[in-house]
């Protein structure tokens, strides 16, 4: 039986609400229980009634399905998803349930609870665990829905345009792609899983707690930030959950640390992958410029020979720029001595700039992503070469020469849309009565899905319950954009893929 796509994640979302049900009964917490074992009998009885309509019907919505399907998910799931959470916490309003979930879905992680006693630990389970199960659709989606479409950041290294079939690659052509789907979904599954389990685990073995080192391993695999402590700094794994914790972001630099099923395979390994490459030079170069800036600071006052201190601000610094740049979030519970330790204000500029350049394609990572900026410098490194030898011919790889050819553009595209929209949010927000500080601070917070920027770019952090639902409602529909970027939106919208 050939099921629609969105079907399908809203049947797997109906499944899934089981374990919060399980859990809260465990910990008695009854009527939290209560409210997603009804959700969930709710859900899987009607996912099973439409399927029996549904029986004998092949879809018909062709280059559009998936795109539209994954449209749905980031806009009308979390609508279903936010029905136990509001009956489970009782003390707030569906709007506020349903922006909450659009965050996590979108693995944004801006919460409009900042208090975490506010919501038991079930509620915090299953914020986690919706930020999970976003991250892993992006993972599944990427290749499966994105990648034949030339759409998510494959448009820079692809030969056909933006949003269509690359004609000679034949492969793609089955309906809905639903054969590549299922073939990447069991790839992908197992690997999510038990790297999300590996981490769990080791996360424990630390000192944290079994919730918390739980919600934290699926909010670094997802890179939604979310922890039902306020971060890790209320965690009891201390430095080395941290150092294992920055282990697996590496997951979010390039998908070649995970698979090799996309075209950026072709570069020739991770060493030579372009995006790990850019990775590690930031998550290198920003703590050492951060800490030479800070042990100058550091030199009048005598703190230079204290080598803990040292090593405490370097940490802070390294880990909380991997946290960032992989739009996960999480600050480091060294952050504090790392500005500090010379009387540093905020960076939040920094924080921004980070977020706003993203992880790899085809990862849980938002962000412009590092293979478009890779692509503006090779296009940048070209065009002052031909400045000082304009006769001369690129001696780049296959890669390297796609990328000039037209990627450079197309990622120059993205980034003016990407400019756009954070105009555009910013002024909507600040016409809605938002501070213009704070406005552009939750723009780039929602468009690089990093919803802790909220709580470190600025000098005091930004309440989201305190806002009025028009500006709510902007905040999530630009995280739905963020997720999906602005080349996929356009595509939906373009008349030539409703015609055909």
Same mark, same amino acid.
């Given at each position: 039986?050939?099921?629609? +796509?969105?079907?399908?994640? %809203?049947?797997?979302?109906?499944? +899934? ?12 917490e009854?009527?939290t ?14 996912? !099973? ?20 399907s ?24 569906? +709007? ?6 659009? *965050?996590?879905?979108t ?9 975490p ?36 950041? %494959? ?19 089955? @309906? ?8 990447? &979904?069991?790839?992908?599954? @197992? ?15 630390? /000192?944290?707690?079994?919730l ?5 391993a ?19 794994? /201390? ?17 070649? $640390? ?5 075209? &950026?395979?072709? *570069? ?21 410029i ?25 940490? /802070?610094?390294?880990?909380? !720029?991997?946290?960032?740049?992989? $739009?996960? #979030? ?6 504090? $001595? ?13 924080l921004? =700039? ?5 992880? =790899?394609v ?9 293979l ?21 011919v690129?001696?780049?790889?296959? +890669? ?6 037209? #990627?450079? %553009?197309?990622?120059?595209? %993205? ?21 213009f500080?704070?406005?552009?601070t939750?723009? !780039?917070?929602?468009? *690089? ?5 909220? !709580? ?11 806002? #009025? ?6 905040f ?5 954009l ?7 939106i356009?595509?939906?919208?373009? @008349? #030539?893929?409703?015609?055909?």
């Amino acid at each position: 039986m050939q099921l629609p +796509l969105f079907l399908l994640m %809203f049947g797997a979302a109906s499944v +899934l609400m089981l374990v919060p049900a399980i859990h809260g009964g465990v910990i008695r917490e009854l009527a939290t229980a209560r409210a997603f074992l009804y959700s969930a009998v709710l859900g899987i009885l009607l996912f !099973v009634m439409i399927a029996l309509a549904h029986a004998g019907r092949a879809p018909r919505h062709g280059t559009l399905g998936p795109l539209m399907s994954l449209f749905a998910a980031f806009t009308v799931l979390p609508a279903y998803l936010a029905v136990p959470f509001h009956e489970g916490l009782g003390t707030t309003s569906f +709007l506020n349930a349903y922006i909450e979930m659009v *965050s996590s879905f979108t693995t944004t992680g801006a919460t409009l609870f900042d208090m975490p006693g506010r919501l038991n630990d079930t509620l915090h389970l299953w914020r986690a665990q919706v930020g999970w199960m976003g991250g892993l659709l992006m993972w599944i989606a990427a290749s499966a829905i994105l990648a034949p479409l030339n759409l998510g950041g %494959f448009e820079v290294t692809a030969r056909a345009e933006p949003g269509r079939y690359d004609e000679r690659n034949l492969r793609y052509q089955h @309906p809905e792609g639903r054969a590549r789907l299922v073939k990447v &979904t069991k790839a992908l599954v @197992p690997i999510y899983i038990g790297l999300t389990l590996l981490l769990w685990i080791l996360l424990i073995a630390g /000192g944290d707690r079994s919730l918390v080192a739980l919600c934290h391993a699926m909010s670094v695999m997802a890179t939604s930030g979310i922890s039902p402590v306020g971060g890790v700094s209320g965690a009891g794994s /201390g430095i080395s959950g941290e150092m294992v914790m920055a282990l697996f972001m590496l997951f979010a630099l390039s998908r070649m $640390t995970f698979s090799t099923d996309t075209v &950026t395979s072709e *570069s020739g390994g991770l060493r030579n992958d372009p995006e790990f490459r850019i990775g590690i030079a930031l998550v290198l170069g920003v703590p050492l410029i951060l800490f030479l800036r800070h042990f100058l600071g550091a030199f009048d006052i005598g703190e230079q020979d204290r080598l803990i201190s040292a090593w405490q601000a370097l940490w /802070g610094s390294v880990f909380t !720029v991997l946290s960032f740049l992989t $739009t996960t #979030g999480f600050a480091s519970s060294h952050w504090d $001595t790392a500005q500090n330790w010379s009387g540093l204000a905020t960076p939040g500029m920094i924080l921004m =700039g980070l977020a706003l350049i993203g992880g =790899g394609v085809a990862t849980t990572a938002g962000g412009v992503k590092l293979l478009r900026v890779f692509a503006l410098y090779q296009a940048g490194l070209r065009e002052m070469e031909k400045l000082v030898h304009p006769s001369s011919v690129s001696g780049s790889t296959t +890669l390297g020469r796609r990328v000039l050819k037209g #990627g450079a %553009f197309i990622a120059w595209v %993205f980034f003016m849309l990407f400019a756009i929209s954070l105009a555009l949010v910013t002024t909507v927000l600040a016409g809605l009565g938002v501070a213009f500080e704070d406005a552009m601070t939750m723009a !780039v917070a929602a468009l *690089s899905t990093t919803g802790p920027l909220l !709580v470190w770019a600025g000098d005091a952090p930004i309440r989201l319950q305190e806002l #009025g639902p028009a500006a709510k409602s902007v905040f999530a529909a630009a995280m739905v954009l963020g997720r999906l970027e602005t080349l996929a939106i356009i595509a939906l919208l373009s @008349p #030539g893929l409703w015609r055909s």
